[in-house]
């Protein structure tokens, strides 16, 4: 049993208008069928002038009414973001107590990439160890792709969505109670798929280029243009590294292995996901694969959104264990276990 007993009270999600994949592709693609091929029937895209904590702020209000709580009821209001920010110097996580008209509790800022929300569970789980006055913790996870940085559907092998999701969490909850959280991170990695203008070291992009023009994936492949064999030795190792944080997940926790009976993993691609629900044992249809199809990847958003589904369906039996894993830039394997 973790030394600290936490739970989730409520969930909430807010997705941005659907598209319909194979109707949009061709505006975003050359090659649309490479698109299709990944699997994804739908994606997400906010109306434009939405910022991202327009679409957090969504995203919460809907679990404090589920949780039947006021913002006046939130200890500690945590963020997760996983795309380029609105405005660089720029606090999303202050500008979501914003929308939501919170004043005076902290609130912290996570960004690391697709792992920030599920990595964040052991970060609440150290602030209730050492806080005994924090009782409820409001977290918030936010995906809106800037297109202005990136094409959603020519970054990785995932479409793109635009969505955010939310979840109140308190102190001794019994319902969806907190077990253990694993991470493993490979640095060598780290420099995959950036935002390789408008930072620091590159502010200004060439004369001719852009991000939109510059090819993440193929940067990925010229990684390894010298050791074809370690690009074979990565891409074998990929969900190998899913399976082994999962079970340093539950061993970490002290409990069963067996009793794994969900994986929430990113809304990822048609092949990564059979592939990954092999590697952790589990048949395709106990992980999220058709219902990242129907949504698309949200970035750090994916495993709540997930999760709310599947609690709001009645999907979930009481005692079951949940995995929420993934693979984030950096690059960070990492699982999060939720007991029923």
């Known amino acids: 049993m973790p030394p600290v007993q936490f739970g989730v009270v409520s969930l909430g999600a807010a997705l941005g208008e659907p598209q319909d994949v194979a109707e949009v592709a061709p505006s975003y693609v050359a090659d649309p069928e490479r698109v299709m091929a990944w699997g994804y029937r739908t994606f997400h895209r906010v109306v434009d002038g939405t910022t991202s904590a ?94 202005g940085h990136a094409n959603r559907m020519n970054t990785n092998t995932c479409v793109s969505s635009d969505g955010a999701a939310a979840a109140v969490l308190r102190r001794d909850h019994a319902t969806l109670r907190w077990l253990a959280t694993d991470q493993f991170t490979d640095p060598e990695c780290v420099d995959f798929f950036r935002v390789e203008y408008g930072g620091a070291a590159a502010p200004v992009a060439p004369d001719g280029l852009g991000n939109l023009e510059f090819d993440r994936l193929a940067a990925v492949y010229r990684q390894f243009r010298r050791d074809p064999d370690h690009f074979t030795r990565f891409t074998r190792e990929l969900n190998q590294r899913v399976a082994l944080v999962v079970d340093n997940a539950f061993a970490r926790s002290g409990t069963d292995r067996a009793r794994l009976t969900r994986l929430i993993y990113l809304n990822d691609n ?55 894993a993934g693979i984030g830039y950096g690059m960070h394997w990492f699982c999060t276990l939720l007991e029923v």
């Open 270 to 324: 048609h092949r990564a996901m059979v592939d990954v629900a092999e590697a952790v044992g589990l048949p395709l249809d106990r992980t999220n694969f058709e219902l990242g199809a129907s949504i698309g990847h949200c970035g750090a958003a994916d495993q709540l959104i997930c999760l709310d589904t599947y609690v709001e369906r009645g999907d979930l039996r009481k005692d079951d264990v949940v995995a929420l």
């Open 54 to 147: 327009h679409l957090g702020a969504r995203a919460a209000t809907r679990a404090l009414e589920r949780a039947r709580i006021g913002v006046g009821e939130i200890d500690l209001l945590v963020v997760a973001a996983s795309d380029v920010p609105d405005y660089l110097q720029w606090d999303v996580s202050s500008a979501v107590a914003r929308e939501l008209g919170m004043i005076g509790p902290p609130t912290l800022l996570l960004t690391q990439a697709c792992a920030a929300t599920v990595t964040a569970f052991q970060q609440i789980a150290g602030t209730f160890a050492v806080r005994d006055d924090v009782r409820t913790v409001l977290l918030v996870a936010i995906n809106q792709v800037s297109e």
